[in-house]
């Protein structure tokens, strides 16, 4: 492996500016308070981070409602403050990855604002619009993620324009050259400044089909009637067209030219997502570095369901390279999800996350166990779960401001009140707290992180389930002479695994099990390692 792919088997911190760390007492994280908290990044043993989107926004949908592509927000702090973040980041040994939506820009941004104005003008195409049925309706059936028809009316131009996600999110059109050249040209801004690549948002939503047909209708599971009605269409049409990987090209066209830069692609959860993922991916071909799918978040936690991911992540991967995620911005978190809350269950799922084939995304507040949070109703921000309360209740519980000191106001993310309330049972968590426990799972995963340095295996080996029993999931991980069998017990007990024949156990992990005639004796959330 050479330098320029570090990204192979490396593991990325999601950084969520709001909510990390607040530099100046406006109850808002902030680019400086990132900065003065990536010690805390680079002591965990990580390789980089990922860093959500910070440029100028109305924040309708919290930064990714763009509105000027090679700026930052004054919320966030000045182009000064990024490239004093950069340095520091580089300084400590972290490359720094950024958001990238390419699919979508504000309403306010200045070329949609043009593009509504005239539709002869140089950017009247530069965003996708279309007449009305002729009884006034949109164009076709297609639904927005965040509910509602994916069409708006712009009385300006007397044209409905597409938006997957709020209305405020008008779709950019990837098939004008001129905006392709434009979001480039963004992108190269920010190389010059030293990021090390970028994490592309919402990539199957980059293209659709240009014939506007109609998606056909998937009939609910069971006869119920889904909450969220874009579950009511098979999305044949509006999303994840072929040539989406001729706009990915072009990115790597110009990642290419700066040598050691990497892409990670966003994938949605619909099916197909791991053939998209490998698809997406590869590290050549005019294709991106890695890709991750949210599908991997809604799968259920038990050996069975784990063992048939595996497979079919195995199956449908030839030369491409996943990025493996529990948690992010946008979905429950994990410890909430699949744990039981316990540190126990957290190293577990930790150790369980470290040792799949490919690179791995942890999301801020991960390697403390944080669970999900409870907001109430009148405390909510995100616009997808206010229109879906009570029964989805949105992204908000996975996005309330780190807890850094324990009996600090605010748990010392802020001394403002913080724009979404920080739970008190994070406090008993925060960083402060766990740095005086040794036996805690922020130390959990230092030491964890450190000795899988130490075996390549992990980072970069070849993947092969091994038949185990019961709730036991078992994986090993082959690079040249070096195989480490896995073992994970996910069920509600202890568990007893055969030792294979010639398997010594490995020292340094942080886990601790015993072995007898019988062979390995897992505790609940316990894990093992072997060498064979």
């Not at 712009?154 to 098939?175: A, G, I």
């Not at 040539?243 to 892409?263: I, K």
């Not at 369901?305 to 992540?313: G, P, Q, S, Y």
């Amino acid at each position: 492996m050479t330098p320029d792919d570090w990204w192979r088997g490396a593991v990325l911190y999601q950084i969520y500016p709001r909510s990390f760390s607040d530099s100046n007492g406006d109850g808002v994280g902030d680019l400086p308070g990132i900065a003065a908290r990536l010690g805390h990044v680079a002591r965990l043993g990580v390789d980089g981070v990922w860093i959500a989107p910070f440029f100028p926004s109305p924040m309708k949908d919290f930064g990714y409602d763009v509105s000027d592509f090679r700026g930052v927000d004054p919320m966030f702090g000045t182009l000064d403050d990024f490239d004093r973040l950069i340095a520091e980041a580089h300084r400590l040994g972290l490359k720094v990855l950024i958001d990238q939506v390419w699919s979508h820009s504000s309403d306010r941004h200045p070329w949609f604002l043009e593009s509504c104005a005239d539709r002869q003008g140089p950017r009247a195409d530069w965003y996708v619009w279309a007449d009305s049925r002729p009884d006034g309706g949109p164009p076709n059936n297609w639904q927005s993620v965040f509910g509602g028809p994916a069409w708006s009316w712009d009385p300006r131009r007397r044209q409905y324009y597409l938006h997957h996600f709020l209305s405020s999110q008008p779709k950019l059109n990837l098939r004008h050259e001129g905006v392709v050249a434009a979001l480039l040209d963004a992108a190269e801004f920010w190389l010059r400044r030293g990021v090390d690549g970028f994490r592309l948002d919402a990539v199957d939503f980059m293209l659709h089909d240009p014939a506007l047909t109609d998606n056909p209708p998937r009939p609910p599971p069971g006869g119920v009637t889904p909450v969220k009605p874009f579950a009511l269409q098979h999305h044949a049409h509006d999303l994840a067209h072929p040539d989406t990987t001729a706009v990915m090209g072009r990115l790597r066209a110009l990642l290419d030219r700066w040598p050691g830069r990497a892409a990670l692609a966003e994938v949605s959860s619909e099916p197909g997502a791991f053939g998209r993922c490998d698809h997406y991916s590869g590290g050549a071909g005019g294709r991106l570095h890695m890709a991750y799918t949210l599908g991997l978040t809604r799968r259920r936690f038990h050996a069975a369901d784990l063992r048939a991911t595996i497979a079919e992540i195995e199956s449908h991967f030839t030369d491409g390279w996943l990025c493996w995620a529990f948690s992010n911005h946008d979905v429950e978190r994990v410890a909430s999800r699949w744990g039981d809350g316990s540190p126990e269950a957290a190293k577990l799922l930790m150790a369980l996350l470290l040792c799949q084939r490919g690179s791995v995304c942890v999301y801020q507040g991960e390697e403390l166990g944080l669970g999900e949070a409870e907001i109430p109703e009148d405390r909510l921000r995100d616009p997808y779960g206010i229109a879906f309360w009570p029964q989805f209740k949105g992204r908000d519980g996975c996005r309330t401001p780190m807890p850094w000191r324990a009996t600090a106001p605010h748990a010392g993310f802020s001394t403002a009140e913080p724009w979404l309330p920080l739970p008190d049972e994070h406090r008993a968590l925060a960083v402060d707290r766990q740095e005086a426990d040794p036996n805690s799972t922020l130390h959990a995963w230092r030491r964890f992180l450190a000795w899988r340095k130490t075996r390549p295996a992990l980072a970069r080996g070849a993947a092969t389930l091994v038949e185990a029993p019961g709730d036991v999931l078992a994986v090993a991980r082959c690079l040249g002479d070096e195989t480490i069998l896995c073992l994970f017990n996910l069920g509600e007990g202890p568990a007893i695994v055969p030792v294979p024949k010639g398997g010594r156990p490995i020292d340094g992990h942080g886990f601790h099990w015993e072995t007898d005639a019988t062979g390995v004796r897992l505790p609940r959330w316990g894990a093992a390692f072997l060498s064979l």
